[in-house]
């Protein structure tokens, strides 16, 4: 019944509503599998001769389909687009440069020789750029200025603004994360910071690729950057102004060189700006045309007269200034999360957390603005009033760098350097928020200012007593596990291309199964936030090319609410992953981030993708062996919420095997039980977040049934163990039954081993999430001091007093494990003698003379600061 309705089914597949999107007016819903079978699904019944005014191409029709053809990224792969939909539905190239804006892309598949009076590109439906048709009748267009990052849908005209037809999307990437190379380089970029301090003085160079701006002469313009209107109200507007030209009509060269003079006095209010070079051609200081940025910077080399007679007083006099406006805004450090407690945690909880760029260990450890520490991490979400970032740095030795302890510590962010989504205004703007609240204030307190103590008051690290790890659970392939054939099993290690790794699932409560069914199924439902996460189960190969009895993860797909849909799947079972944002194949040759709709997504060395929600809800996706690898890392409030193949989260393994009914198997149900378990929790086709974009997909999945009930697993009892290995496995495997069960499934003890390491990679993610008791920071006496910066339990500090002091109370502290210290910092007596005022004077010396070390320190660390990706 299935195969004549097939072209239907292609037809219809453009149809399957988009996830997200939902079924919009005149759609028709796909039925179920089983409506597909019976004689008359209800979509076939309303077929006919196509209603009135269908339309065949996909001018302004773009994501849409109907009868005739599809506008669907889908349609590509199942040969239903209408014939004009690349003409369309844009391809871009390059698709994604800096928020800044000025970039020149051209649109790809449209080749256009026809009378053009102008192309015009509009952004977000507001912001219109021009562009141009070349030479070779390419059309281009020129991105703007935005202060949001994202994926900005914008529509083409080719008729100077009288219609749109076309649609494409721009992806505007945070500053710092575009090359270098396509910026305007900033010569010895720490004297531009530095420009009028003590020693910096003379020419400033700046450096660029002629050859990206296809003109003779150039002009090179000062950008500001401020935010005007009453900080946290509906006023409060982020802006980038023109302020004056550096040189007009300059030669194109590549090459520029100035002896910078202090600004006009109504300019030097900008302290944080940025420079431009355009053609000459346009009028100075006009918008979003092609154009080339530097990196933002502090405008240290235009301030004025003030400034450069005394940078020390001014610079502390702004820093007082930060000081005041800080007590009168709200305080954001309450609403921050706390952060992991070693650097462990820290690096396995990458849901909530992920690297900061400007102190990362696996870029050797170049921690600027954080000594003492050999990775940073950043809150990924920014906190939901007002939008600020925790950051949470580590020593070698993983323990937590605290403010109170070192100036290397972590700083807890006004302005998230990341923004926060809508993103547009104040403080949510990306780098720039954080730029005017967290790191102009660094400068003028710590960098231009010997007054490093007023900034580290505001922003003070947090420890980690409120932290909780996440819940791990997940599905991880086993050893590369051949199947048994007529003659013998083969071994896998000599032909892995044959092999395949049996799904062996983890639950959030520890509970663990294998589950070889054909099918989709659901992983993961929670109705606290909508979140909802469906893995595609197929067989393997055998040597022979016959299908295997036993099957893998190929793709996994995850929603949040209303957030955009995200699929990770094996592109061609070649092991190269392919990720789909709404059905759409997304491209990581540009960008390695994305800010999507309730979701950021990176991607690392092409075979592993980290997904994190807004609700703190992370999945990691990863190849192993011939199958996907994925694990779901919960934050605590998910309790009690959770259903599906990972168990109902609520520290109680036995109740995890529960079918959608509410029917809870027993723990020690057999593993045929648990086969029917697992085929329970197949997807439905009107809640799949999966896509059907290849007739194999729509054949077997779409209108397949979700669960394939012919398809035979082959389950432990059949599998008959040697017994002459039965030492060697019990070596080997100790008391994991995932690799005796493989080995005895196989006869080869390697395979058994490859499924004990995978399921040790599993075990020591957990074993980072374990929950470390912390008793918070432990202040040192007064005129005294302590040993020790960690404050896990365990840990002991050590405190001494000064000279001509005497300890009164107990030495040492140490950390228990219900949170508390076992003794409270004791105090330093005054002892009466000669002693004590000798010691008040060296005492004094001592100070003045670390105080100027400290500032010999800071001032020399801006000699190391070659990225200024790497802000405080
Ligand atoms: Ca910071
Ligand atoms: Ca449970």
Same mark, same amino acid.
């Given at each position: ?15 399957? #509503? +988009? ?37 065949? &191409? ?8 109907? %009868? ?29 440069? &800096? ?25 977000? %439906? ?28 914008? !529509? ?11 649609? +494409? ?11 270098? !190379? ?6 010895? %970029? ?23 701006? #296809? ?156 000594? +003492? ?41 006004? $302005? ?60 991880q392939p086993g050893g590369l596990r051949a199947e048994q054939g007529?003659?013998g099993p083969p071994d896998p290690l000599l032909s892995p291309?044959s092999a395949f790794g049996d799904p062996h ?7 663990n199964f294998t589950?070889n ?23 393997g !190969? ?6 295997a009895r036993g099957?893998g ?61 807004? &609700? ?9 062996g ?27 393994? !036995? ?7 509410? =029917? ?7 593993s ?21 974009? &290849? ?18 697993p082959l389950f432990p009892d059949e599998t008959t163990p040697n017994s002459s290995q039965a030492t060697e496995v019990a070596e080997l495997c100790g008391d994991n039954h995932f690799c005796s069960y493989d080995v005895a499934a196989t006869g080869s003890l390697s395979v058994g081993n490859a499924t004990r390491t995978a399921y040790q ?47 009164? $109370? ?60 790497? =802000?405080?």
């Amino acid at each position: 019944m299935k195969l004549p309705l097939l072209p239907w089914a292609l037809l219809l597949l453009a149809t399957a #509503p +988009g996830p997200g999107s939902g079924p919009t007016a005149g759609e028709i819903d796909v039925g179920p599998a089983h409506e597909a079978a019976s004689p008359a699904p209800a979509w076939a019944r309303c077929s006919g001769p196509s209603p009135p005014g269908a339309q065949e &191409s996909c001018s302004y029709r773009c994501g849409d389909w109907n %009868e005739q053809c599809s506008c669907r990224p889908t349609c590509s792969g199942l040969g239903t687009c209408c014939s004009d939909f690349r003409d369309f539905c844009l391809e871009i190239s390059p698709y994604s440069d &800096s928020m800044m804006g000025g970039k020149d892309f051209v649109v790809q598949h449209l080749n256009w020789f026809n009378s053009t009076d102008g192309v015009i590109c509009r952004f977000n %439906e507001s912001i219109q750029t021009r562009g141009h048709v070349d030479s070779l009748g390419l059309v281009h267009c020129v991105s703007p200025l935005l202060y949001e990052t994202g994926r900005i849908p914008f !529509t083409l005209s080719m008729d100077n603004g009288r219609s749109f037809p076309r649609s +494409g999307t721009w992806l505007a990437v945070h500053p710092n994360k575009v090359s270098q !190379t396509t910026k305007i380089q900033l010569e010895n %970029e720490t004297r531009w910071q530095y420009y009028g301090t003590a020693g910096t003085k003379g020419n400033l160079t700046l450096t660029w690729q002629a050859t990206v701006l #296809p003109t003779h002469f150039v002009t090179i313009e000062l950008w500001g950057y401020e935010e005007t209107g009453k900080p946290y109200s509906g006023e409060w507007t982020a802006k980038w102004s023109y302020l004056y030209p550096l040189a007009t009509n300059v030669s194109n060269s590549g090459f520029f060189t100035f002896t910078p003079k202090p600004a006009p006095q109504n300019y030097q209010r900008w302290e944080v700006g940025a420079i431009r070079i355009i053609n000459s051609q346009y009028s100075s200081g006009e918008k979003d045309v092609q154009a080339l940025w530097s990196n933002e910077h502090a405008l240290a080399w235009h301030l004025g007269d003030d400034f450069r007679e005394d940078p020390v007083a001014w610079a502390r006099t702004q820093c007082l200034a930060w000081e005041e406006l800080e007590d009168q805004l709200p305080n954001f450090l309450e609403e921050l999360p706390d952060c992991p407690c070693t650097l462990a945690q820290a690096r396995a909880d990458t849901g909530r957390f992920h690297t900061d760029y400007g102190c990362d260990i696996e870029h050797g450890s170049e921690c600027t603005y954080h000594p +003492g520490a050999v990775h940073c991490v950043r809150s990924v979400q920014a906190s939901p009033r007002y939008a600020s970032g925790q950051q949470c740095c580590y020593t070698a030795a993983g323990t937590q760098l605290l403010t109170a302890d070192s100036t290397g510590g972590s700083t807890p962010d006004r $302005g998230h350097d990341w923004g926060a989504p809508p993103f547009r205004a104040p403080p949510r703007v990306p780098g720039l928020s954080h730029w005017l609240y967290d790191v102009i204030s660094f400068y003028h307190c710590c960098l231009w200012a010997p007054e490093c103590s007023r900034y580290m008051r505001r922003r003070p690290s947090s420890d980690c007593r409120t932290y909780r790890p996440p819940r791990l659970g997940g599905c991880q392939p086993g050893g590369l596990r051949a199947e048994q054939g007529q003659g013998g099993p083969p071994d896998p290690l000599l032909s892995p291309a044959s092999a395949f790794g049996d799904p062996h699932f983890v639950t959030f409560d520890g509970a663990n199964f294998t589950f070889n069914g054909h099918g989709e199924y659901v992983l993961l439902e929670a109705a606290l936030t909508g979140l909802s996460v469906q893995a595609r189960a197929q067989p393997g !190969t055998t040597p022979e090319g016959t299908q295997a009895r036993g099957t893998g993860l190929t793709a996994v797909a995850v929603q949040e609410g209303n957030s955009d849909v995200v699929e990770v799947r094996l592109a061609d079972g070649v092991g190269v992953l392919q990720v789909l944002l709404n059905q759409e194949v997304l491209s990581f040759a540009e960008q390695s981030w994305m800010d999507l709709q309730g979701m950021f997504l990176s991607v690392a060395a092409e075979d592993s993708v980290s997904i994190m929600l807004s &609700s703190g809800a992370g999945l990691e996706v990863s190849i192993q062996g011939p199958f996907l690898s994925v694990t779901v890392l919960l934050p605590e409030k998910f309790l009690n919420h959770t259903r599906g193949l990972l168990g109902t989260l609520n520290d109680n393994p !036995t109740d995890d095997f529960t079918l959608r009914s509410g =029917q809870v198997l027993s723990a020690g149900a057999s593993s045929r039980q648990l086969f029917q378990f697992g085929a329970d929790w197949a997807v439905e086709n009107a809640s799949s977040l999966l896509t059907y974009d &290849s007739l194999l997909l729509v054949k077997d999945f779409l209108y397949g049934p979700k669960h394939d009930p012919t398809f035979q697993p082959l389950f432990p009892d059949e599998t008959t163990p040697n017994s002459s290995q039965a030492t060697e496995v019990a070596e080997l495997c100790g008391d994991n039954h995932f690799c005796s069960y493989d080995v005895a499934a196989t006869g080869s003890l390697s395979v058994g081993n490859a499924t004990r390491t995978a399921y040790q990679l599993h075990q020591s993610r957990v074993q980072s999430l374990q929950s470390v008791v912390s008793c918070g920071w432990l202040a040192p006496p007064l005129n005294g001091g302590k040993e020790g910066i960690r404050y896990l339990v365990g840990s002991t500090i050590h405190f001494h007093c000064d000279s001509g002091y005497s300890l009164s $109370g107990a030495e040492a502290s140490t950390c228990q494990a219900d949170g508390t210290w076992s003794t409270t910092t004791p105090t330093c007596q005054p002892r009466h003698s000669y002693t004590v005022l000798l010691s008040i004077i060296f005492g004094g010396l001592a100070v003045a003379a670390l105080v100027a070390v400290v500032y010999v320190v800071l001032c020399r660390r801006k000699g190391n600061m070659a990225i200024w990706g790497s =802000q405080p």
